[in-house]
C-alpha cells in the first residue's frame, strides 16, 4: 500500500509540474521548453555556471523576435528580457515595477543578509541614500593612500616570489593572488584591520573570504529555492551566510568600533563613515549596527571577489596579448612620470587605455552575469500587451549580451578598441552592463574600479605578465555552483621583472 500511495503522489506531482509548465503556452507568450524537475535551468550548480545557461537561452530566445521569452526557473514562470528598450523601461523608465533584486535575506536569523544588494522595499529606499555619499569621488580619494599602500605590498610579494623562485620569474595562481590583494584593500578600508593576506594566506580574513566563496551555506538550486519561497524559508529560519562566517565578521567589527569609538580613532575609511552615521545627531541619518554589519559584509565579500576575478581575468588576458600589455605598460609609465613619479588619483583616472583594457575584461567575464528582479505587480508589456505577473522575476542576461555577435563582432576576440568613445557611441545602450544600470546599480562601483586600477598599475609598471606551461589555452568553462563568475581551473601565470 505504501508503494501504491507513493507511486500515486509521484504521478500526481509530475501531471501538476507537466500543467506548470504550460503556464507561458496557455498565456500564448513564445517561451523556452522546460524540463522536468527544473525548468529551464538543468545542469546549473552542478555542470554549469548560471550565465552561461542564460548565454544559451538568450541566444534561443533572441530567435522568437519576442520582446521577452518565458522560461521557468526551477517550478517558478520567469521573464528573461531579451528586447533592449524593454531593458531601459525595466532599469529606469519603469523602475518602480523593479526596485527589487528578489535575493533572499532573513534579517531577524541572519542579519549580514540584509545588506543593500537584497532588501526591499521602503527599507532599501531608506538605507540607499544614507550610504550612497560613502562611495563618491571625493570619498574615494579620501580613501586612495590606504588602497595604494596595499598595491605598494602586492609589489612587495612579487618580488620577494621572484627571488624565492630562484629564477627570473616566478609561476603564480593569479586569481588567489589577487584575492589576497583585495582582501586587504577591503579589510581595511571596510574593517580597519590589517589583514596582511599577502603575507599569510591562511590569515583569518582570507580564510573566511574562501569560506563564502568555497564552502557557501547552500548550493544553487538550495539558494534559487529560497529566492521563489522567500516567507517559507524565513518561517523555517532559513540562513543564507554561515554561523561560523557570521561570528567572525561581526565579533570583528564590534571590536574595531568600540576601538576607535573609545580611542577617537579617524582613518577616512568606509568605516570611518558608517560610524558617522551610526553616531548621527540626525535621526532619519542613523544606523543601527547590523546595519553597518550588513553593509561591511558585502562590501567585504562583493570588493574582494568580484575585484578579484576582474584582476585575474584581465592579466590573463594581458599575458595572452603582449602587445596590449605593452600598450597599456607605456602609458602607466607616461602618467606615472607625468605626475612626478608617484601615484595619484586624478593620474590613475588618466589612465584612459588601462580603463579600456579593464572594460572589455568586465565586458568578456562579466563578474554578476544576470541581473534579476522581482515584479512589484503586475507590468503590461506595451509593444505586445502581454503581462509579466507580480511576483514573477525578470531577468537580464548579462552575459549573453556582453557575448552577443549583433553588439561586439567576435565576442571572445579581447579588444579594448571596443570602448573608444566613438565605438560606444555606435552601440545602443544597455548593451554594457557589468554593474547594472538604474537607482539599482552597484553602489560600489567606483571603489571597485579604483582598487582594480590600482592593482594593474602597481604590476604592470615593473612586472610582465607571460604564460606558463600551466597557463590554459583559454578559459572557456566557469564553477558551476557560484554566481560570480570564476574560472573552473587555476589560472597561472608567470611574472617576471620588466626590462625595458
Not at 579589510?187 to 583569518?204: M, Q, R, V, Y
Not at 558585502?298 to 596590449?324: D, Q, R
Not at 537580464?396 to 568613445?421: A, M, N, Q, T, W
Request: net charge neutral; hydrophobic share 35%.
Amino acid at each position: 500500500m505504501i508503494l501504491i500511495y507513493l507511486g500515486i503522489i509521484i504521478i500526481l506531482v509530475y501531471v501538476w509540474l507537466k500543467i506548470r509548465f504550460t503556464y507561458w503556452k496557455r498565456k500564448k507568450v513564445p517561451y523556452l521548453e522546460p524540463e522536468i524537475p527544473y525548468g529551464n535551468l538543468k545542469g546549473v550548480g552542478s555542470k554549469v555556471m548560471i550565465g552561461e545557461r542564460f548565454r544559451e537561452l538568450y541566444k534561443a530566445g533572441k530567435k522568437l523576435n519576442h520582446p521577452f521569452v518565458g522560461i521557468y526557473m526551477l517550478i517558478s514562470p520567469s521573464a528573461l528580457i531579451i528586447d533592449l528598450d524593454l531593458m531601459k523601461k525595466m532599469y529606469i523608465k519603469d523602475f518602480q515595477y523593479f526596485h527589487d533584486r528578489d535575493i533572499y535575506h532573513n534579517e531577524e536569523d541572519d542579519p549580514l543578509s540584509a545588506h543593500l544588494l537584497s532588501l526591499t522595499g521602503v527599507k532599501w529606499r531608506n538605507l540607499r541614500p544614507k550610504f550612497s555619499p560613502t562611495f563618491t569621488s571625493g570619498k574615494m580619494k579620501f580613501m586612495f593612500t590606504t588602497v595604494l599602500k596595499v598595491g605598494e605590498k602586492l609589489v612587495e610579494f612579487l618580488e620577494e616570489s621572484i627571488q624565492n623562485s630562484k629564477s627570473d620569474r616566478a609561476e603564480l595562481q593569479m586569481k588567489e593572488v589577487f584575492s589576497r590583494f583585495t582582501t586587504d584593500v577591503i579589510g581595511t578600508c571596510a574593517f580597519g584591520i590589517e589583514c596582511n593576506s599577502l603575507k599569510d594566506p591562511n590569515g583569518e580574513f582570507r580564510r573566511y573570504g574562501r569560506k563564502i566563496i568555497e564552502e557557501p551555506r547552500h548550493g544553487v538550486l538550495m539558494r534559487l529555492f529560497a529566492t521563489f519561497f522567500p516567507n517559507l524559508c524565513r518561517k523555517l529560519h532559513i540562513k543564507s551566510e554561515r554561523d561560523d562566517v557570521s561570528e567572525f565578521f561581526i565579533t570583528a567589527l564590534e571590536k574595531t568600533i568600540e576601538y576607535r569609538e573609545k580611542n577617537n580613532v579617524k582613518r577616512n575609511d568606509f568605516l570611518d563613515m558608517m560610524i558617522e552615521l551610526k553616531n548621527s545627531p540626525n535621526e532619519d541619518e542613523r544606523v543601527t549596527f547590523n546595519e553597518i554589519a550588513a553593509q561591511a559584509y558585502i562590501f567585504f565579500f562583493a570588493g574582494f571577489e568580484t575585484a578579484s576575478t576582474t584582476l585575474g581575468f584581465c592579466v590573463y588576458e594581458l599575458a595572452k596579448n603582449p602587445e596590449i600589455q605593452q600598450k597599456c605598460r607605456e602609458e602607466i609609465e607616461n602618467v606615472y612620470r607625468k605626475h612626478g613619479e608617484k601615484w595619484t588619483y586624478e593620474g590613475v583616472m588618466e589612465l584612459h587605455y588601462m580603463h579600456r583594457v579593464v572594460d572589455e575584461t568586465l565586458r568578456k567575464y562579466p563578474p554578476v552575469p544576470i541581473n534579476l528582479r522581482e515584479v512589484a505587480s503586475d507590468y503590461l508589456v506595451t509593444e505586445t500587451n502581454d503581462v509579466i505577473e507580480k511576483g514573477q522575476r525578470a531577468i537580464v542576461p548579462v552575459y549573453g549580451i556582453h557575448h552577443d555577435e549583433e553588439y561586439y563582432p567576435d565576442p571572445e576576440k579581447f579588444d579594448p578598441d571596443r570602448f573608444l568613445p566613438e565605438n560606444i557611441a555606435k552601440r545602443p545602450q544597455f548593451t554594457y552592463l557589468p554593474f547594472g544600470e538604474g537607482p539599482r546599480n552597484c553602489i560600489g562601483k567606483r571603489f571597485g574600479l579604483m582598487q582594480t586600477y590600482i592593482g594593474l598599475a602597481s604590476i604592470l609598471g615593473k612586472f610582465k605578465i607571460t604564460t606558463s606551461d600551466k597557463t590554459l589555452p583559454s578559459i572557456s568553462s566557469f564553477l558551476p555552483q557560484a554566481f560570480i563568475l570564476g574560472p573552473k581551473e587555476p589560472v597561472y601565470l608567470n611574472v617576471e621583472y620588466y626590462k625595458k
